[in-house]
Nanobody, 124 residues
Framework: QAQLVESGGGLVQAGGSLRLSCAAS????????MGWFRQAPGKEREFVAA????????FYADSVKGRFTISRDNAENTVYLQMNSLVPEDTAVYYC?????????????????WGQGAQVTVSS
């Protein structure tokens, strides 16, 4: 059974940093592109960042560009999201996901596997 498990969430003050991890198990996700989404209370789930299976290409939402960095370690079957200069608007549940292709990488429908989510709260 393929499984994605996020960790590293928590409470941080504005301007601070957090690093989220997403550990994959049950199968190798090496051929998959990986992405991060987030969902704030009362809002729809939105794309945050994605990375190709090789790690050679990345893509970010405008709202996090320059502040967040996505990376992956295929040997460890783990994807990371380094979040710097956090603002209260970044408060959300963050989900990692795996996609077989890159064509719909910013769309929820483009992903085949999802984690359960990790809460990130940024206080002002």
């Amino acid at each position: 059974q393929a499984q994605l498990v996020e960790s590293g969430g928590g409470l941080v003050q504005a301007g601070g940093s957090l690093r989220l991890s997403c550990a994959a198990s049950g199968r190798t996700f090496r051929p998959y592109a990986m992405g991060w989404f987030r969902q704030a209370p009362g809002k729809e789930r939105e794309f945050v960042a994605a990375i190709t299976w090789s790690g050679g290409s990345t893509f970010y939402a405008d709202s996090v560009k320059g502040r967040f960095t996505i990376s992956r370690d295929n040997a460890e079957n783990t994807v990371y999201l380094q979040m710097n200069s956090l603002v209260p608007e970044d408060t959300a549940v963050y989900y990692c996901a795996a996609a077989r292709g890159w064509a719909e990488i910013i769309e929820i429908r483009g992903y085949d596997y999802w984690g359960q989510g990790a809460q990130v709260t940024v206080s002002s």
